[in-house]
């Protein structure tokens, strides 16, 4: 069982930047790390995880939650209005392992799932919207 501790993942921008994501925790059975650079609580990104044992299998589910802050713009009337969320992007992957896998196939599911996730198909649909046809 790995200890829970801070995450350090690059971002996706034209320069990437290493992002920390600071361990919070473990409730039940979901790990939670949030990215505490921004000061406004509602605003930071949040990754959580799960691994979860049954009888016949494992289930590992994530989570990357990218909240967008609401831009306050004209006049404010005299006052600042409280931070609010625009909308939030969401990343969810589920990984369900038979107990009868061998640690081969669980590597190989997992890479699958990484060149997947890199491969032109669906860096178009996430990049760029564009459906298969």
């Not at 069982?1 to 993942?9: D, P, Y």
């Not at 691994?51 to 909240?67: A, D, F, Q, Y």
């Not at 409280?82 to 392992?97: N, R, T």
Request: with cysteine; aromatic share 6%; glycine share 6%.
């Amino acid at each position: 069982m790995a200890v829970q501790a801070n995450l350090t993942i690059n971002d996706g921008q034209a320069s990437p930047a290493a992002v920390t994501f600071s361990a919070q925790g473990v409730k039940g059975d979901i790990a939670t790390y949030r990215d505490m650079s921004t000061t406004i609580a509602i605003g930071r990104r949040e990754i959580t995880m799960s691994l979860t044992e049954n009888k016949n299998s494992t289930k590992i589910e994530s989570r990357i939650l990218t909240p967008v802050m609401e831009v306050i713009s004209g006049s404010d009337g005299g006052y600042t209005p409280a931070p609010k969320v625009a909308y939030s992007l969401l990343s969810k992957c589920e990984d369900v392992i038979p107990n009868r896998a061998t640690q081969a196939q669980r590597k190989d599911l997992r890479a699958f799932r990484w060149n997947f996730s890199n491969h032109a198909v669906y860096t178009s649909a996430v990049n760029d919207l564009e459906p298969v046809w």
